[in-house]
């Protein structure tokens, strides 16, 4: 137990400046994408390849630069990842638009249809949220990895493995100081889930005042969604 505590403070791929794989990120970019091709026509933003072959188009570039692990980034590459991530999520605001519009209109019958297509939006809703915290958070992932700390933008999620060491030794040894955590995709996707079922944070905290209105956006999509959304298609059924 003692040798694997002192490991958490070498395991870290900030201590061999690996960054962050890249896998991970292109795999909730394309279950996104996918959401959005099996949405019905009448919630789709223009013709239904458009919007997805313009989001690969974008994230191929990505993968040239960084194919493996996350190391290198330059102004074009951050642009064009944000671009990526805001393409995936108005879409999918639009789409949520698109979904109430119909859920209130009177000639709307197909329940089944409408139940599938608000979980298609609201899980699109935690994959592009969860990317766009990891994208924005201390400079995106590439600099959490590759920049020494001091140099780091000011964070706008505060982890609970930032304030842990001062807890018990077998927990502040996995700390943010003790253990040089940084966080990943998974833990922005955990915040994002979170955040999309209590509609509040939880154990992690928004610091900033982008992060504050994006989580804001976040939970009240989520509240439209599942509560009104899911209710009204189940009314619709009976």
Do not use: C
């Not at 958490?8 to 394309?30: D, K, N, S």
């Not at 064009?80 to 709307?108: C, K, P, Q, R, Y």
């Not at 706008?156 to 060491?165: A, G, I, K, L």
């Amino acid at each position: 137990m003692a040798s694997s505590r002192a490991q958490a403070r070498i395991r870290h791929p900030r201590h061999q400046r690996r960054g962050e794989a890249r896998l991970p990120a292109v795999l909730a970019t394309l279950v996104a994408v996918a959401l959005y091709l099996l949405l019905p026509q009448n919630l789709l933003l223009g013709p239904r390849f458009v919007l997805p072959t313009l989001e690969v188009f974008l994230l191929v570039p990505l993968l040239v630069i960084n194919p493996r692990r996350m190391t290198r980034q330059n102004r074009a590459s951050r642009t064009l990842s944000l671009v990526l991530v805001a393409v995936i999520a108005g879409s999918n605001l639009f789409a949520l638009g698109l979904l109430i519009h119909d859920l209130v209109s009177a000639g709307v019958k197909d329940g089944g249809a409408l139940l599938v297509a608000a979980l298609q939006v609201w899980l699109t809703n935690i994959i592009v949220f969860g990317l766009a915290y990891w994208e924005l958070d201390r400079g995106g992932p590439v600099a959490r990895t590759q920049a020494p700390r001091e140099e780091l933008p000011m964070a706008d999620f505060r982890f609970s493995q930032d304030e842990n060491d001062g807890a018990v030794q077998e927990v502040a040894d996995g700390s943010s100081i003790s253990a040089d955590w940084i966080p990943t995709l998974a833990d922005y996707l955990y915040v994002s889930v979170t955040n999309s079922t209590a509609f509040s944070p939880t154990d992690t905290m928004p610091l900033s005042t982008r992060a504050k209105l994006m989580m804001s956006v976040q939970a009240v999509a989520a509240l439209l969604t599942s509560p009104l959304v899911i209710a009204r298609a189940v009314s619709i059924l009976h």
